[in-house]
């Protein structure tokens, strides 16, 4: 089922739909109704940030209250599978770290790898992660059931234009902050506006779909290369602190400069990209969509039927055209 609001249908039943559609695939993947193999715990979190993305993109509409305990259950739905998925990302990011060292620095970054692995195989990992499992199996299904009753205030296309253009305001302000103090957290809050951003594009491409394809393969190459900025990050916290590593002192400081390095390298390349995907105001995105959401509809019912008498675009008309699928 496709991540995108539809044109032409009711918008609080159509975000109900879309956050069904996000718990249900967890439900999925994590069960294994649906096979993502050794991947089901990525695709699993991937889920559940889907689902707070639309969340943020409706917020003006929701009672504060009801958005903060959907958003704190589905954030603390993840964090029980975050441990494992850490450990995946720490091993690939110390492999790819290694194929580019040499001599003593790729010699400290394979002993981490070794280490990594002795710990997976030992058992620790998978005891953690079946357990999480199952905790997060049941939870998912009881905030399942909850979304059938979530409202929207305004079920409107002026509520999707606000949300779009704060979680925007809030990238922007993190991108700042993120050069200014320039460390693993502000990079990491930026991040996580940024992946909201994207997703956003991805709900809202209707509007303009060639518009907006090319603010989601921007936003998807800038968060990929932040998210390995993050990875990195994993790298130098675990060996910083010695009663998660067992390796000699000398050896983690190795391995956290060769991270820090390369942080420094993703940094530089991340700066120019993120100024130009964030260079508008936040009034002129939620113009544009306030704009652009009425147009598509008025395409879409002259395409579904040419001939068909033209109609006002007003933002404040709710969005309750029967869909035509």
């Known amino acids: 089922m496709a991540y995108r609001v539809k044109i032409t249908a009711r918008l609080d039943k159509d975000i109900r739909r879309l956050l069904g559609a996000q718990t249900g695939r967890a439900i999925g993947y994590l069960s294994g109704i649906m096979d993502q193999g050794s991947s089901s715990i990525h695709a699993t979190r991937k889920s559940l940030k889907r689902f707070r993305s639309i969340l943020r993109l409706v917020k003006p509409g929701l009672p504060q209250k009801s958005f903060a305990e959907h958003d704190r259950t589905v954030r603390d739905i993840a964090r029980l599978l975050s441990h494992d998925r850490d450990r995946e990302v720490m091993t690939e990011t ?51 059931r909850a979304i059938h009753g979530l409202q929207l205030k305004k079920a409107r296309i002026k509520t999707i234009a606000e949300g779009y253009a704060a979680t925007y ?110 260079a508008l105001k936040p009034r002129d995105m939620q113009r544009l969509i306030v704009e652009l959401w009425p147009a598509a509809l008025r395409l879409a019912k002259h395409r579904r039927n040419p001939e068909a008498a033209d109609f006002p675009v007003n933002d404040t008309i709710p969005l309750k055209t029967a869909d035509p699928t």
């Open 94 to 144: 110390l492999r790819l770290l290694a194929a580019k060292c040499a001599g003593e620095d790729k010699a400290a970054l394979t002993m981490a790898l070794d280490e990594l692995n002795i710990i997976h195989l030992n058992g620790g990992a998978h005891l953690t992660t079946q357990d999480n499992i199952a905790k997060a199996i049941a939870l998912l299904q009881k905030h399942d």
């Open 169 to 278: 305001a809030e990238g922007r302000k993190a991108l700042k902050a993120a050069y200014r103090i320039n460390n693993d957290e502000a990079f990491h809050t930026f991040r996580k506006s940024l992946q909201h951003h994207w997703r956003h594009c991805q709900l809202l491409a209707p509007a303009w779909p060639d518009l907006m394809n090319v603010r989601i393969a921007a936003a998807r190459d800038l968060s990929q290369l932040i998210g390995n900025d993050h990875d990195l990050s994993l790298v130098i916290a675990h060996f910083k602190t010695p009663s998660t590593s067992t390796l000699d002192a000398n050896v983690r400081t190795r391995i956290i400069n060769a991270a820090k390095a390369e942080q420094a390298l993703l940094r530089a390349e991340v700066k120019p990209l993120a100024h130009r995907l964030y």
